[in-house]
């Protein structure tokens, strides 16, 4: 082999690393950009992929229906086309259907743009049968490539925890049995197959997965446990919201999804690092973690003060949760009560753990930095300048520059009363935070009247005016 061949195939070897080997990593090893387990105490998710199959997807059917359960079909393309029946049936009874392109290709051998074509293709054909669209996909063999990181948001990426081999005849239902029950736990999203004539696969394999199965799904009845839709693992009851949200979605430019992807996984990291803990797992907004103060003294009101060396909780809201909000609001009105709402949903969650653990509770005040920081006065924040200096400038640069990407009217907020638009802390005395979202002393809901007043404050103080 000549020098030149050899170095031909290093930098193929190199490209070809870059473009889907190492995204596959990452996503695998960090579950960046996809999903791949949930959050529940009942609920699992079973998944399957390569169908339909006209011998095999009925027998499944109705087995899901005996037991009275959910899943997620990820279908290719070209099995979808030539049984519509099936995948009428699939939504009929409940399931949700989601891509696996046209035909079981890995993504490692194709262009973006074919990549792309076959997820649209199959997109289509799911929608021209149950007049319904998917933003649901799992690429063939889950392996990604460079370009499924920055696809369009709207697009969920679905990986799985736990698979077990029974596209293998050469498992046996006995073998593929205890491995399914060794995985059979709450957040778990099991990859099965319903079909067996993709490259590697034996055909008769479901054979075997349809047999384990049911004895699966008994053994789950019995431990509480039952399958659920993927959506609905990801979102609990907030599923059908959520994909109502992504019909108003916004297209976001090349260079702002790769400020998202850095940013969101700036944040992995970041939780990982200090050890975040979350206020409401199952729709995650408010992060915190407890620490010591140092810093200027800060005047709460009603007598309470932070001093440096005193113990406190440091707030950081979720950089997922309010990327989804700006992109999927259709207004700056819409986004404003989104956010109050998900506020006096999550700060009563805070207030009870803070109330069930002693080191929380000693802390003086709940702290955070904000741009969005004349709202959090009516949930009993103060406002505070922060000192001048390294970190308040770096601030300002580092939020006007996430605040152009999440907010719905960009950049063009940022031409607009930008003396609002400087980073504050905002601070609440833990005893404060007690008293009014406390297990005995909850905010009782806003009235309808007072929610739309709050809206109007943050339209006109905060966001940019309409025109």
Not at 52 to 65: A, E
Not at 74 to 86: I, K, R, T, Y
Not at 342 to 355: G, K, Y
Request: proline share 5%.
């Amino acid at each position: 082999m000549t020098t030149m061949l050899q170095s031909i195939l290093l930098w193929l070897l190199y490209l070809s690393s870059f473009y889907a080997f190492i995204p596959s990593l990452i996503s695998r090893l960090f579950g960046f950009r996809v999903f791949r387990r949930g959050n529940s105490d009942t609920a699992y998710a079973l998944t399957f992929d390569d169908g339909p199959d006209p011998q095999y997807t009925p027998r499944l059917l109705d087995m899901l229906r005996e037991h009275d359960v959910k899943a997620t079909f990820f279908v290719v393309g070209e099995h979808a086309e030539s049984h519509p029946d099936l995948i009428r049936r699939i939504h009929a009874e409940g399931h949700l259907l989601g891509i696996h392109n046209y035909i079981h290709k890995t993504n490692w051998l194709m262009r973006p743009r074919t990549v792309r074509d076959q997820i649209e293709r199959t997109g289509q054909i799911i929608e021209e049968i149950t007049g319904e669209k998917t933003c649901y996909y799992r690429p063939p063999w889950g392996i990604m490539n460079l370009f499924d990181f920055f696809s369009k948001k709207d697009r969920k990426i679905i990986l799985w925890s736990a698979m077990f081999e029974d596209w293998k005849s050469s498992v046996g239902a006995e073998q593929l049995t205890k491995r399914m029950l060794r995985k059979l736990k709450s957040g778990e999203v099991f990859l099965l197959h319903d079909r067996g004539t993709t490259l590697g696969a034996d055909a008769e394999a479901p054979e075997q997965m349809l047999e384990a199965l049911a004895t699966v799904l008994q053994e789950a009845k019995r431990r509480g446990l039952t399958s659920v839709r993927v959506d609905t693992l990801m979102y609990g009851d907030r599923a059908a919201a959520h994909v109502s949200q992504n019909e108003t979605h916004i297209n976001l430019k090349l260079w702002k999804r790769v400020v998202v992807a850095l940013w969101l996984g700036w944040e992995r990291l970041f939780h990982w690092v200090y050890h975040l803990r979350t206020a409401s797992p199952e729709d995650p907004m408010l992060h915190f973690r407890s620490r010591v103060y140092h810093g200027a003294r800060v005047e709460m009101g009603q007598g309470y003060v932070m001093q440096n060396g005193d113990p406190m909780i440091e707030l950081h809201f979720d950089n997922q949760k309010l990327y989804e909000l700006g992109v999927t609001s259709r207004s700056s009105m819409h986004l404003a009560i989104r956010m109050i709402r998900t506020m006096e949903q999550q700060l009563p969650d805070l207030a009870e753990l803070v109330a069930a653990d002693p080191k929380l509770r000693s802390a003086k005040a709940i702290y955070g930095v904000s741009m969005i920081n004349r709202g959090p006065e009516k949930f009993g924040f103060t406002i505070q300048e922060l000192p001048p200096g390294p970190f308040s400038m770096a601030s300002r640069l580092y939020l006007k520059l996430l605040l152009s990407v999440i907010h719905p009217a960009g950049t063009e907020r940022l031409k607009q009363r930008t003396d609002q638009l400087v980073p504050k802390m905002i601070v609440m005395p833990v005893e404060e935070l007690m008293r009014r979202y406390g297990q005995h002393h909850k905010l009782a809901a806003a009235s309808t009247e007072d929610r739309r007043d709050e809206s109007i404050l943050l339209e006109n103080e905060i966001l940019p005016e309409r025109n």
